[in-house]
T-cell receptor
Framework: GQQVMQIPQYQHVQEGEDFTTYCNSSTTLSNIQWYKQRPGGHPVFLIQLVKSGEVKKQKRLTFQFGEAKKNSSLHITATQTTDVGTYFCAVSDNYGQNFVFGPGTRLSVLP | DSGVTQTPKHLITATGQRVTLRCSPRSGDLSVYWYQQSLDQGLQFLIQYYNGEERAKGNILERFSAQQFPDLHSELNLSSLELGDSALYFC??????????????FGPGTRLTVL
């Protein structure tokens, strides 16, 4: 089956520091999505990447899809306490027959 | 508020029992997905329905079953419950059948505790 890995598992940063989480797949992906889950909350869709090498930005968040479409990254510049939560990548095949969430990266931001 | 509703919010039951979790998708969404999230764990995809038909199956136990009704709401039935079934169960919905990156909108979840 499809394998999706995320690193790191946990990340503790001081407020104002940058943060990056990586998502790696064992197979070439048609697309990748990123979700954020706040403590005690539910996952919330952040963005979808489709094209090889694609880079998208949302304010302090930068998302990148690898050239080979096997990996992706989420970078947060100058973290804030509101960034606390778990960031998941999610992948599916073209037919939606195999939808997999990565194990997530839990981000803690110390004020 | 994602527009997806789930009931009940909390459920406490005993081993061996059977429970039903309910999900109403966002207005206009035809797909419903079910996920299990154990404490401090990731999201395990269980099953997906699209317009009343089973579309994709993940790591769903035989003791679990689901269905989507003509009004598009869905129910997840968990039977012969075990302690290890204690988890947060999320429902998500999307417009399309899935694949090709259909955005999923998650409900608030049902927290199941099996004693």
């Amino acid at each position: 089956g499809q394998q999706v890995m995320q690193i790191p598992q946990y990340q503790h940063v001081q407020e104002g520091e940058d943060f990056t989480t990586y998502c790696n797949s064992s197979t070439t992906l048609s697309n990748i999505q990123w979700y954020k889950q706040r403590p005690g909350g539910h996952p919330v869709f952040l963005i979808q990447l489709v094209k090889s090498g694609e880079v998208k930005k949302q304010k302090r968040l930068t998302f990148q899809f690898g050239e080979a479409k096997k990996n992706s990254s989420l970078h947060i510049t100058a973290t804030q306490t509101t960034d606390v939560g778990t960031y998941f990548c999610a992948v599916s095949d073209n037919y939606g027959q195999n939808f997999v969430f990565g194990p997530g990266t839990r981000l803690s931001v110390l004020p | 508020d994602s527009g997806v509703t789930q009931t009940p919010k909390h459920l406490i039951t005993a081993t061996g029992q059977r429970v039903t979790l309910r999900c109403s998708p966002r207005s206009g969404d035809l797909s419903v997905y079910w996920y299990q999230q154990s404490l401090d764990q990731g999201l395990q995809f269980l099953i997906q329905y699209y317009n009343g038909e089973e579309r994709a199956k993940g790591n769903i136990l035989e003791r679990f079953s689901a269905q989507q009704f003509p009004d598009l709401h869905s129910e997840l039935n968990l039977s012969s419950l075990e302690l290890g079934d204690s988890a947060l169960y999320f429902c998500a919905s999307s417009v399309a059948p899935g694949g090709g990156g259909d955005t999923q909108y998650f409900g608030p979840g049902t927290r199941l505790t099996v004693l």
